[in-house]
């Protein structure tokens, strides 16, 4: 099964940028890989996803032009470079693989709450001054 770790979340200042990083166990290359985050007391929201042929979906409309999602298939990771970072911006960031239908799975739903499975641990993103 498919697993993924996230890192590079540290506390940054408002205008600041990060980069977060998501490594995958095996071959990522078939699946759609998204980018997800999540504030306390709140649902977790949908922020990008890229596709297995590079394809970009955004979800949110508050960090377009901001946030870019990449992927390096060679070498199993997808990035999510942050700009402009806006304290809220702040909370745990998490990636995950397109597992489901199967068939699919090398493209980002057009409902991101559909299809997204092998969750990673999260990594915590703090934008403050």
């Known amino acids: 099964q498919l697993e993924l770790v996230e890192s590079g979340g540290v506390l940054v200042q408002p205008g600041g940028s990060l980069g977060l990083s998501c490594a995958a166990s095996?071959?990522?290359?078939?699946?759609?890989i998204g980018w997800f985050r999540q504030v306390p007391g709140k649902e977790r929201e949908a922020v990008s996803c890229i596709a297995s042929n590079g394809d970009r979906l955004n979800y949110l409309e508050s960090p377009k032009g901001r946030f870019t999602i990449s992927r390096n298939n060679a070498a199993n990771t997808v990035s999510l470079q942050m700009d402009s970072l806006k304290s809220e911006d702040s909370g745990v960031y998490y990636c995950?693989?397109?597992?489901?239908?199967?068939?699919?799975?090398?493209?980002?739903?057009?409902?991101?709450?559909?299809?997204?499975?092998?969750w990673g641990q999260g990594t915590q993103v703090t934008i403050s001054s």
């Open positions: 995950a693989a397109r597992t489901s239908p199967s068939d699919l799975r090398s493209w980002c739903p057009s409902d991101p709450r559909l299809g997204f499975g092998s």
């Open positions: 095996e071959s990522a290359l078939s699946y759609a």
